[in-house]
C-alpha cells in the first residue's frame, strides 16, 4: 500500500488532500519523543520518511514553511480504523491468491502457479503465460482497491520474493512494475543497495567504504570478502546482488471472515446507491464462498458515517448455509434501520458500507 496510513487519514478527511501529512509521535513543537509511522509523499518532499525522529520531521516541516511551504500536518493516528482496513485488503487478497503471506499491515506477498478461466483452474505451462496473467490480476487488484476503499497500491511481479518485493517499491506511487526473469539482473545492477530489504544504513556505510554504491557494485564483490565484513550475512548479500532468493510465500493469514467493503468517493445517504451497493458486495461474498466450498452461520454489516463514528451489527443463523438470497436479505435487514431515525435519527450520511461472513464450515 502507498504510504497507508497517511492515505487513510487523508480519505478519512478530504480537507487534507494535498497536505504533508506526517503520522505518528506528537512532535510538541520540536521537543517530542517518538518516531514517523509514515509520511505522505507531500511530506517526503520535504525529507521526512519513517522511522525518522519525530522532532527531525518537525524541523524539516519548519524548514519547509519558511521557504513558503506549507507545514507538514502531524496526525497521532487512529490504529484501529488502519487495522480495519488492511483486515479487508487482505480477504480480498486472499481470494485471488493461492498462497497469501502477510508481510506487515500493509504489505503482503501473493503466489500465482495457475490462472482461472470460465470453467475450471488450469496449471500454467509456460512463463510467457504466467507473467501475462500474473500482470491482468495485478491490474485489477489495484482497481478494486482504488474502486473499494479509494487508496493506491503498488505492485511488483517477479520470479521470487526479492525481486518482486524490490519492483514493488520501484514506480510507487500507484506503480506496476513486471521484470521476468531474463531481466532480473538487467533490473538489479543500476539500483542503489538500499533497495534490498534488511541493507541498512549501518551496512551501506561499510559497503561503501568497499567501494559499493549499486547492486552491480555489490555483485562485483566476492562472496569471501562479504562474509568477512558481514558473516552469515554477507552470503545473503552475494545471492541477493545475482537476484537468488528460494524463500517460500508462507501462508500466514488465518482467514476469520469473508467480506467486503465500500468506501464511497462522496458521503451518502441515497438508499438506491447504499442498497445496490450491498447487494454487489453480497454477491462477490457468495461467489468466494462457492469457490471455496464453505458455508457461514453469521451475517453481519459495518457502517460508518461521515464524522467516522463506526457501528457493526450482527446475527447468527439458526444453520450454516451458503445461500446468497439468505445472505442478502439478512444483510439488508441489519442495514435498512441505518437509513431511519432507528439508528440514524440525526440522517447522517455513510462514508463507508461493510458486508461480511463469519463461523465457517466446509
Given at each position: ?198 541493507i541498512g544504513p549501518k551496512a551501506q556505510t561499510i559497503l561503501f567504504r568497499l567501494g559499493v554504491s549499486r ?148
Amino acid at each position: 500500500m502507498d504510504a497507508f496510513f497517511a492515505a487513510i487519514e487523508e480519505r478519512e478527511r478530504p480537507r487534507l488532500r494535498g497536505e504533508p501529512i506526517v503520522v505518528g509521535a506528537d512532535p510538541v513543537d520540536g521537543k517530542g519523543r517518538g518516531v514517523v509511522a509514515t509520511a505522505n509523499y507531500k511530506a517526503r518532499e520535504y525529507g521526512i520518511h519513517s522511522a525518522q525522529p519525530i522532532s527531525t520531521a518537525w524541523r524539516l516541516s519548519e524548514q519547509a514553511f519558511n521557504k513558503g511551504k506549507p507545514r507538514a500536518v502531524f496526525i497521532g493516528g487512529h490504529k484501529s480504523i488502519y487495522s480495519e482496513v488492511s483486515r479487508a485488503i487482505m480477504n480480498y487478497l486472499e481470494t485471488k491468491s493461492e498462497k497469501l503471506e502477510v508481510a506487515s499491515i500493509d504489505e503482503a506477498y501473493i503466489e500465482i502457479s495457475k490462472v482461472e478461466n470460465q470453467k475450471s483452474e488450469l496449471q500454467i505451462r509456460d512463463e510467457k503465460t504466467a507473467y501475462a496473467y500474473a500482470e491482468r490480476l495485478a491490474k485489477k487488484i489495484k482497481k478494486d482497491i482504488l474502486e473499494n476503499q479509494i487508496l493506491t497500491c503498488s505492485v511488483g511481479i517477479g520470479p521470487n520474493k526479492l525481486i518482486a518485493k524490490i519492483a514493488s517499491d520501484f514506480r510507487k506511487p500507484a506503480g506496476l512494475t513486471v521484470v521476468l526473469p531474463e531481466d532480473a539482473q538487467k533490473f538489479l545492477d543500476p539500483l542503489p543497495v538500499k533497495v534490498v530489504p534488511g541493507i541498512g544504513p549501518k551496512a551501506q556505510t561499510i559497503l561503501f567504504r568497499l567501494g559499493v554504491s549499486r547492486i552491480k557494485d555489490l555483485r562485483n564483490l566476492s562472496e569471501e570478502i562479504l562474509k568477512k565484513n558481514f558473516g552469515k550475512r554477507g552470503e545473503w548479500m552475494w545471492a541477493c546482488a545475482r537476484g537468488i532468493d528460494n524463500r517460500e510465500v508462507l501462508e500466514s493469514y488465518e482467514r476469520k471472515s469473508i467480506g467486503e467493503q465500500h468506501t464511497f468517493i462522496n458521503d451518502t445517504l441515497d438508499g438506491n446507491v447504499l442498497l445496490g451497493e450491498i447487494k454487489k458486495m453480497c454477491a462477490s461474498i457468495y461467489e468466494n464462498l462457492k469457490k471455496k466450498k464453505i458455508n457461514f452461520k453469521t451475517v453481519a454489516i459495518t457502517v460508518r458515517f461521515f464524522d467516522f463514528k463506526t457501528y457493526t451489527r450482527s446475527r447468527t443463523l439458526a444453520q450454516y448455509t451458503q445461500d446468497v438470497k439468505i445472505l442478502e436479505t439478512e444483510s439488508l435487514k441489519l442495514f435498512l434501520p441505518f437509513l431511519d431515525k432507528r439508528e440514524n435519527p440525526k440522517k447522517k450520511l455513510i462514508r463507508l458500507l461493510g458486508v461480511r461472513v463469519e463461523r465457517f464450515k466446509n
